[in-house]
C-alpha cells in the first residue's frame, strides 16, 4: 500500500511523513529527491514550478509508487500533488493500491513554519503559488495539519483503519483450513 501525504509547502508532508512511517514500521520516499536538479534550482530561486516542469518529478515518483504496487511494498510518501491531474496520474497504474491523505492548515500557519524553517531550498516566498495551484482533493482523508506531528499521525491511522502498530500480530488460522492470514 502507498500513502501519499500531500499539501502545500509547509504543511508538514516530510515531519508527519516521518512520523507515519516510522509508527507503521514503514518505509518513507522523500518527493522532493525525484526532482531534477533544475527545478530544485528554479524553486530555490523564487519561481513556481510549471506543469511541464512537473512531468518529469511525477513521471519518477509513479514509477516508484507502481513498483512499491507491483511488489506489496508499504510506503508513506510526501508529495505535494497539488492538482487533480496530477493525483489521477501518481495513481493510474493501481489505484486501489494508493490512498491521499491531505494536511490541511492555515496560510498563517504554514507561513510561520517556512519562514523558521532552516536549510531548505523552498522559502515562503513560494507559499501564494503553491496555494492558487492547490485543488483539494474530494473524497480523500483530510487532516488538521496544526497539531503536533504524532498526533496527526494517529488522526492517519484512525482516518485510514491502518494497523495501530508494526508488529501486530497477524491472526493466527484454525489447523487445516489452509487459508493462512486470510
Ligand atoms: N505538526 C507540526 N507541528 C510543528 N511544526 C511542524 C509540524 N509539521 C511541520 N512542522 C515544521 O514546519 C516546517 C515545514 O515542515 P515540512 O518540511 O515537513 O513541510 P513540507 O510540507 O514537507 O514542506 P515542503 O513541501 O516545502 O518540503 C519544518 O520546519 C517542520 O519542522
Ligand atoms: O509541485 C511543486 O510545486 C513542488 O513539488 C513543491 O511542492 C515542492 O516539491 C515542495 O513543496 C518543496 O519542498
Redesign the pocket.
Known sequence: MVIVLMGV?GSGKTTVGKQLAADLGWKFVE??DY?PPENVAK?AGGT??TDAD?RP?LKALRQRIDAACATDENIVVAC?A?KHEYRDYLERDDPACVRYVYLHGSEALFRERLESRKGHF?GANMLRS?LEAMEPPVGEVTVDAAPPPDRIAADIRAKLGAPATPSAPVPASPAGSGCGPC
Open positions: 509547502s518527493g522532493d526532482h524553486m513556481p514550478l512537473r518529478w505535494s497539488l523552498m503553491q
